[in-house]
Structure formats: C-alpha cells, structure tokens
C-alpha cells in the first residue's frame, strides 16, 4: 500500500488524474512527439521487433506501425494516470466485453479460472473492465523494482475491487480459495518472457524462436483450472472492446504444451489484427535459443 510520503511525491499525478480525458489526449499527442523524435525511446528495440515479426513487410508499411505504436503507448501511459480519478461507470462505459456469458456459464458450473491476456491495448484498464463478472478477481503481478511505482499500480487495482497477488504467491492463492470454496478469476499476462532458468518451451512467435511462460498451463492442469483468452481490440482512442476465447475447458484432458501453444496462437492472431497496440519496446526476443533451451 501507499504511505503518505509516497502519496505526497505521487500527487502531481493525482491532479493531472482531474484533467478532462480530451485535454489529456491532447498532451498525449504533444508527448508522442517527445518520445519519438526528441528522445528516441526504444526506436532501435521497436524497429527491430518489427522487421523480425513483419519480414513480408516493406521498410515504410513497419515505420507506420512505428508511429502508431508510439502514439499509442503515450495514450496508454497518460490513460493508466487517468485511472486514479477514473470511475467504474466510466471503465465499463469505455473498455466492454462482448460475450461475458462465457464467464458467467463456468461460474454457473462452480468453477474457478485462469484469464490469460497480454501487453496488448491497455491492459490496465482491462484489469479492472472485467468487475462486471461474478468471480472474486485475482490480479497476478510481478513486482516492480520501483517501490512507489509498485504501490500505485497495487493501489489503482485494490480500488476497483482486485487482489494483487505477487507471482510466488500464486499456488497458495488458489489452495486457500479451494479450501474456503471461492471461485476466483485468477488473471495473468501471459506474454512475459521467462527468466533463463525457468525456460521449458519454444515455439515459434511472429517468425521468431521464443521462449514461453508455462506457469499458466501447469496451474490449469494441477487444479483443473479452464483458462480463457481475452480478445482485445481498440475501437477508437480511448475505446476497447474485448471477447472471451474458450483455451480449454478441461485442461487435465489436454496434451503437454496445448494450452500454451493454443494461447500462443491467438495472441499472434490478435496481433496482426492491429499491431500497433502491442508492447513492441518490451525486449521479448532477449533470450537466443540454443542445444540447451530446447522444447521438452
């Protein structure tokens, strides 16, 4: 949680928060500018990540992506800010789902579930879009090494009604909702990269060899857990609509590696849909595969 120094250094985001949405998508612009041609942030890294995901791509159809991604990231950085003042009306008003029957049915069946999304859109205003449904919302982060930092985001999703729970905490989180019979969202972002020792899977991502997380799939299937894709789509600045997608329902009956190269699979879909709202300044393709790091 925030202690009151922290709440002290943080309050010129608070105000800023106050600002009309129109008027912060106006600075956004005026940052996009900063961070592009100014500064320079990532180009390398970006440029990069795009001519290796996009080869039947020409040089000026990938610097247009570029640009879009750009702009975009600094509407998803002031939109995160925007959320301290933001309310749950509003969230549901500009972030909707199209289906959440799909939910609310294992919810009927008395089942918990693992949600899997991505550094797609804007997913914090996704963490907090899904309150419409009737689980308890588990939120599983990995802390942020920038301590104020971290205690704002954990504060941004404890006052929507989530329970951020660090990652090591995970397993314990899903004994204790069994033993006390609660159903639980218990929701990931699922396109993290690995730590180099705790790599097990490769598969092919956007045309390259990447490794994959596979924490998720082993919780769905230890516990019987149905895992479910969110579908994301930005519908226009400031506007997300976003669609289940059944990955298993029954994970105990699945192969090794289904579940993960299924959410894989939709993920790179979801991407060349609109590329431009992905992370693509997040160094995803870090790690090189090699006789050790092979799939198992």
Known sequence: MLK????????PLWLFSLLPLRFIYFLSSGLYYIIYYLVGYRRKVVSENLKK??????????????KKFYRHLCDYFFESI????????????RYKTTNPELV???????????????????WE??????????HVYIGIYKPLS???????????????????????????????????????????????RPMKSEIHYWTNFLNQDTPVITGP????????????????????RGYYQATYRMIS????????????EKYIRLLEEQIKYQPEYYLWSHKRWKHKKDKQHVSV
Do not use: C
Request: aromatic letters at 10%; a positive charge; charged letters at 25%.
């Open 104 to 122: 609310q049915e294992i919810y009927a069946k008395g089942k918990s579930l693992i949600l899997l999304t991505t550094h797609y859109g804007n």
């Open 53 to 66: 995901s996009f080869p039947e791509k020409d040089r000026n159809e990938r610097k247009a992506i570029e």
């Open 249 to 260: 329902e029954n994970p105990k009956a699945t192969s090794d590696f289904e579940i993960t």
């Open 82 to 93: 925007y959320m301290l003042n933001m309310s749950m009306s509003e969230v549901t008003h």
């Open 146 to 192: 920038n301590k104020i930092f971290d205690g704002l985001f954990i504060h941004l999703r404890n006052r929507y009604g989530s329970i951020p729970v660090p990652m090591k905490q995970t397993l314990r989180v899903i004994i204790d909702s069994k033993k006390n019979d609660d159903l639980i969202i218990l929701y990931t972002v699922g396109d993290q």
């Open 4 to 11: 009151i120094s922290d709440k002290i250094i943080l309050s």
């Open 217 to 236: 799939e082993k919780l769905a299937k230890k516990f019987d857990l149905p895992v479910v894709f969110i579908d994301t789509k930005k519908i226009k």
């Open 125 to 134: 205003w996704a963490a907090i879009g899904w309150h419409q449904l009737p």
